[in-house]
């Protein structure tokens, strides 16, 4: 659809000049991304038709209005018209896709497109740093957020741990690993076009291979002597010194008489 529509100007519809093409494909495959997820079983809540299309405008744009207000500039989303129409139309291809009677949602489709669409945001996030003057390092802050808003907003509204904090198979260090990549080779000036394809490809392979190999984060370790609470929270052993059992009954810390005792777990 970006490709057929490349060379049309329409009004205040733009296509292509400024990286638009770059990011009309970035949001239109995150948009397909936000109705997918929204089916999957850790996500679903009974939307309705109208969420879906809003899951998809958020996972669409809201990588692209984040990384724009961060750098005091009125969102290209709500200047170019074609962002919010080719979101809302791969919103209803996601919505198709995933909710498509007798079909199971797919979960191979949404992890490649996900790979698929991560880079480009990336590469974006990067792009509009160094044209507003910022240093390397906020470079590539700005787009690990223009990469991974839309997810963390989506997350948010189906009331799950954004995927950013939990352990995943280097969903942030896909983006890192994209920014640095183009940044090197726009420093090497390599060209627009081929910048892009560098960075990409080195982005998108890192994280199918991730995918395929089940490489993760390490997670963080456990403190020692922590004791797990009735309703599993985590508490440190200081919290219990000098306080009786009455004390942490009363003060939550300590489950009631009627539940089971409260356990302690060796460090890790």
Same mark, same amino acid.
């Given at each position: 659809?970006?490709?057929?529509?490349?060379?049309?100007?329409?009004?205040?519809?733009? @296509?292509?000049?400024?990286?638009?093409?770059?990011?009309?494909?970035?949001?239109?495959?995150?948009?397909?991304?936000?109705?997918?997820?929204? &089916?999957?079983?850790?996500?679903?809540?009974?939307? $309705?038709?109208?969420?879906?299309?809003?899951?998809?405008?958020?996972?669409?744009?809201?990588?692209?209005? !984040? &990384?724009?207000?961060?750098?005091?500039?009125?969102?290209?989303?709500?200047?170019? +018209?074609?962002?919010? $129409?080719?979101? =809302?139309?791969?919103?209803?291809?996601?919505?198709?896709?995933? @909710?498509?009677?007798?079909?199971?949602?797919?979960?191979?489709?949404?992890?490649?497109?996900?790979?698929?669409?991560?880079?480009?945001?990336?590469?974006?996030?990067?792009?509009?740093? =160094? !044209?507003?003057?910022? +240093?390397?390092?906020?470079?590539?802050?700005?787009?690990?957020?223009?990469?991974?808003?839309?997810?963390?907003?989506?997350?948010?509204?189906?009331?799950?741990?954004?995927?950013?904090?939990? &352990?995943?198979?280097?969903?942030?260090?896909?983006?890192?690993? $994209?920014?640095?990549?183009?940044?090197?080779?726009?420093?090497?000036?390599?060209?627009?076009?081929?910048?892009?394809?560098?960075?990409?490809?080195?982005? @998108?392979?890192?994280?199918?291979?991730?995918?395929?190999?089940?490489?993760?984060?390490?997670?963080?370790?456990?403190?020692?002597?922590?004791?797990?609470?009735?309703?599993?929270?985590?508490?440190?052993?200081?919290?219990?010194?000098?306080?009786?059992?009455?004390?942490?009954?009363?003060?939550?810390?300590?489950?009631?008489?009627?539940?089971?005792?409260? !356990?302690?777990?060796?460090?890790?």
């Amino acid at each position: 659809m970006i490709a057929a529509a490349s060379g049309i100007h329409f009004g205040s519809w733009q @296509f292509t000049g400024d990286y638009t093409t770059i990011d009309l494909i970035a949001a239109s495959t995150n948009a397909l991304n936000g109705a997918l997820l929204a &089916r999957r079983p850790d996500h679903y809540h009974n939307f $309705t038709r109208t969420g879906i299309i809003l899951m998809a405008l958020l996972g669409g744009l809201g990588g692209g209005v !984040t &990384r724009d207000v961060l750098l005091n500039k009125t969102p290209v989303a709500l200047l170019n +018209p074609a962002f919010v $129409t080719v979101c =809302v139309a791969f919103g209803f291809i996601g919505y198709w896709a995933a @909710f498509k009677s007798g079909q199971l949602f797919r979960e191979g489709l949404f992890q490649f497109l996900t790979a698929f669409s991560l880079p480009w945001y990336a590469i974006m996030g990067a792009s509009a740093a =160094v !044209t507003s003057h910022l +240093p390397a390092l906020g470079a590539v802050g700005l787009a690990v957020v223009a990469s991974t808003a839309g997810r963390y907003y989506i997350d948010i509204t189906s009331g799950v741990p954004p995927k950013q904090f939990i &352990r995943s198979e280097f969903f942030v260090a896909t983006a890192i690993l $994209t920014a640095v990549v183009w940044l090197a080779c726009y420093g090497l000036h390599f060209g627009v076009w081929l910048s892009v394809g560098v960075a990409f490809a080195i982005g @998108f392979t890192f994280r199918i291979v991730a995918l395929y190999r089940g490489w993760e984060e390490p997670l963080a370790h456990e403190p020692k002597g922590v004791v797990i609470h009735g309703d599993k929270r985590p508490l440190l052993g200081r919290k219990l010194e000098g306080k009786s059992k009455q004390e942490l009954r009363e003060l939550g810390l300590a489950p009631s008489t009627s539940s089971g005792p409260v !356990t302690t777990k060796a460090g890790p």
